[in-house]
Every structure is written in C-alpha cells, then in structure tokens.
C-alpha cells in the first residue's frame, strides 16, 4: 500500500483507503441509529436522554481523538519515510499515552455527571435517565479509548480494512444487546436507556481487546513493543505538540457542542428530539467525509514523510473538490426524503414537523463542513495541526454558538434561529480554513528519521 500511496493515482487510491472507512462510519452511524431506533419505541425522554449526553461524552472521548490523530500522523510519516522501527515505536508510545489518559477521563467524567447535566439546562423529565446513561459510557472509557488507539495507528500504516471488519463485529454485537438490555427480553434485566449505555460499552470493549492483541501479536502493520509502551519524555513531548492542538480542537469543539445542546434544550424535550434524530441522520451522511478525510490525511502524511510535497498538494486539492461534490449529492436526496426519514425513528407529528424544519435548513451547509473537514485532515497529515485547531474553535464558538444565540434568543426567532446559526458556521468555518490552507505554509514534515532508542525518563 505504501508503494500506491506514494506512485499511485491519486483519486483511485483515495478510494481504496477511504471506502473501508466510508463502511466502518456507516456501521457507526448504526449504533446510534440502532440505538435510536429501539429507545424511540420506549419514549420520548428515553429517545433525548443520549441526545443530551452525547455532547458530554464526546468532549471526553474527544480527548482520546485528538491524540489518536497524532498516532495516525507520527505512524503515517514514519512509515513513507520507510522507517518501520521508528512507526512501531510511535505506536507504543502513543497508545500508553492514550490509556493513562483514559483512566482520568473515566473517573472525571463519572463524578461530574450530574452537575454538568444540570449546567446544560436539560430537562427535568430526561435528566436522569441523562445522568445514567453518561454515568455507564464514562466507566467504559478505558477500553473505549483502546478502540481509538486501535484504529489510529492502522490508519497511518494505510489499512483500513482491519478497523472496518472490528467496527462491523462490534455494531452487530450492539444491534443484538440493544432489544435484550432495553426491553429485557429473555433472561436479561428491562434496564431502559441504561440497557443501551451497556450494550454500547460492552460492544465496543469486545472490538477494543481484539485490536490490541492483533498489535500486541504484530499481525497487522504496525506492532506494539513492551518495551516501548512505557512512557518516555522525548515521545510524550512530540504526541502532545502534534496531538495536543487535535485534542484542544476536539475538546473545545466538543464542549462547544454541550452549551449548544444547552440552546436547544431551552426550547424543550420536542426541539431535543427533533435535533437528536437530525444529528444522526447528517452523521450518516458524513460517512463520505469520514473516508475521503482519512485517506487524505494518511496520503499526505505518507508523501510528505517521503519527502513528496508536491504529490501531497496535489492529493489535498483532488480530495477536498471530490468531496465537497460527492457531500452537495447526499445532502440534497436527505433534504429531500426528510420527513419519511424521521417517521422511521419517531411517531410524534411535532418532532416530525420540526426535524422537517431543521433538515432543511441545515443539509445545505453540510457539504460546507465536508470542506472544512477535508482541508483540517491535510493540515493534520502534515503535522500541522494548530490552524484547523484555531479555525475549528472559530467555526464553533465564535460562528455557531454566538449566532445560535443571536437569532434563536436574542432576536427572538427560536428553533428556526438555531438552525440557521448552525448553518452559517459550517459555510463561513469551510471558507475560512479552505483560505488558510492556501497560503501552503502545510508542506512539511515533523519528524525526524532515526533508528537509536529514546531514553527513558529520569535515567
């Protein structure tokens, strides 16, 4: 793969690399569709309590994220500088980082649950069902975080099949638990919104140990060594300059995402609903920008690293007008079929009417955040990864949430002047970056080739 990566037609092996990925984002939207599907058959609340806590638990897991990018960036250049000790040692350090990590994450986030949800604004009918739910995914952030570690590394060796098949085992597992721990069909306890927490934790956990004993075992392209997996000062220092902007642009991003929620909660359990099964389906729909996005952050990570940065302007231009074409598609046929979408999650005619609403203001913006997301992966490939850091937090805080609360509140607007907050965002934060990444200053690589072992720290 490497060989195509660097030699190969550009378009071509953008799709070999991005349509695993395409699959195994698809099979993630199914998780919380499944999910979805089953808790809107219990009620509503029970529909809008993950809704709720999804922003808080992505701001955690957003940690993990970020850092997983600088595994997938220092693995990616790494191995098109054909320095395969060098990708294995990136490998191990990065995923001990992520452990340690998640282990903080997992007791901050359990004990901060219910303050945080109260915070929000969230309904009193949904609150604690909300509190549970974020309270179960929290205490599975470990082996969570392991997934991302996982997936990560592969990404930057160019195999994206692997994490594919995992992603698949573990939403087929989801999809069975679901019924089983919601309903409490069979032997199994009727847990409601918390039987979803469950089946989501223990189905990824299962995709979570395969993926590190596949690197544990070196039967994939990149392995993890015992002696490498302790901590060492000179790695810690790189992960966090290539990870550290990632995770700050996740985090922030992700708790940008909880004071929205907090907007929309304001106008009640209907509006949460309506923008819950909205998210999910433009998730969907953002499968295409999850392929193209890491094929061109592992092909310009790859080329840069081989010192090629002409081939990887040359990717980054292809792939992002690719995928702001193939984003400007699916968003058209969802605005369309948007109310038989919604009947298939929800009955309530109100939810209906506002999802209606939301779709179809919002779906024309998405192939906007198709741009911003593209042009973020190139800067992230090469290593550079503090404007899509700055730009994201722009995009969000300075565009999304001030105007979410400019026309939904302060003009008087309500839901309406949300959706159309959201939307300016993602059109002016796809400019601004596509702007940035123009100047070209990307078109270098951060690391340095060598074969001598790091010393540890202290000795």
Not at 138 to 144: D, K, N, R, S
Not at 418 to 444: A, D
């Amino acid at each position: 793969m490497r060989e195509r990566i660097l030699e190969g037609p550009i378009l071509k092996t953008m799709v070999v690399l991005a349509w695993p990925v395409m699959v195994s984002n698809a099979l993630q939207a199914l998780y919380n569709l499944i999910d979805a599907f089953w808790l809107g058959k219990v009620s509503t609340e029970a529909l809008s309590a993950p809704t709720v806590s999804w922003p808080v638990i992505f701001t955690f897991m957003s940690l993990g994220i970020g850092f997983q990018m600088a595994g997938s960036t220092l693995v990616a250049q790494y191995t098109g500088a054909g320095d395969k000790t060098g990708a294995d040692r990136a490998g191990s350090q990065v995923f001990s980082f992520l452990f340690f990590l998640a282990c903080g994450a997992s007791l901050v986030g359990f004990l901060s649950a219910p303050g945080i949800l109260q915070i929000m604004g969230t309904p009193v009918d949904i609150y604690p069902l909300a509190v549970s739910y974020l309270r179960i995914v929290a205490a599975g952030f470990p082996v969570m975080f392991g997934a991302f570690a996982f997936t990560g590394l592969l990404l930057g060796v160019g195999d994206t099949r692997t994490p594919m098949f995992l992603m698949g085992a573990s939403v087929l597992a989801n999809a069975v638990l679901d019924p089983l721990l919601i309903f409490g069909w069979g032997p199994f306890p009727e847990l409601g919104v918390a039987g979803a927490a469950y089946a989501t934790v223990a189905s990824r956990g299962v995709a979570a140990l395969i993926g590190v004993w596949l690197l544990a075992t070196g039967r994939v392209g990149v392995r993890l060594r015992a002696r490498w997996l302790l901590p060492r000062w000179r790695w810690i220092k790189t992960i966090l300059v290539v990870g550290g902007p990632n995770a700050v642009d996740h985090a922030g991003t992700s708790l940008g995402f909880v004071v929205l929620m907090g907007l929309v909660a304001g106008y009640g359990t209907t509006v949460v609903a309506a923008y819950g099964v909205g998210q999910r389906l433009i998730h969907l729909i953002n499968v295409a920008i999850w392929g193209a996005t890491t094929a061109l952050l592992t092909m310009v990570g790859q080329n840069l690293g081989a010192d090629q940065p002409q081939r990887a302007e040359e990717i980054a231009q292809r792939g992002i007008r690719a995928t702001f074409g193939v984003l400007a598609i699916l968003s058209l046929i969802t605005v369309l079929l948007r109310g038989p979408l919604y009947r298939v999650f929800i009955a309530d005619p109100a939810v209906i009417r506002e999802g209606s609403r939301f779709m179809a203001i919002f779906g024309p913006s998405v192939p906007f955040f198709g741009l911003f997301a593209a042009t973020s992966s190139v800067f992230r490939g090469a290593g550079h990864t503090v404007p899509p850091m700055v730009a994201s937090l722009i995009r969000l805080w300075g565009f999304r949430i001030f105007l979410s609360w400019l026309l939904g509140y302060a003009a008087g607007l309500g839901p309406v002047g949300l959706w159309i907050g959201m939307t300016l965002s993602n059109m002016l934060g796809g400019l601004l970056l596509y702007g940035w990444l123009l100047r070209g200053t990307w078109k270098r690589r951060v690391i340095e080739v060598e074969t001598e072992e790091v010393p540890c720290v202290g000795g």
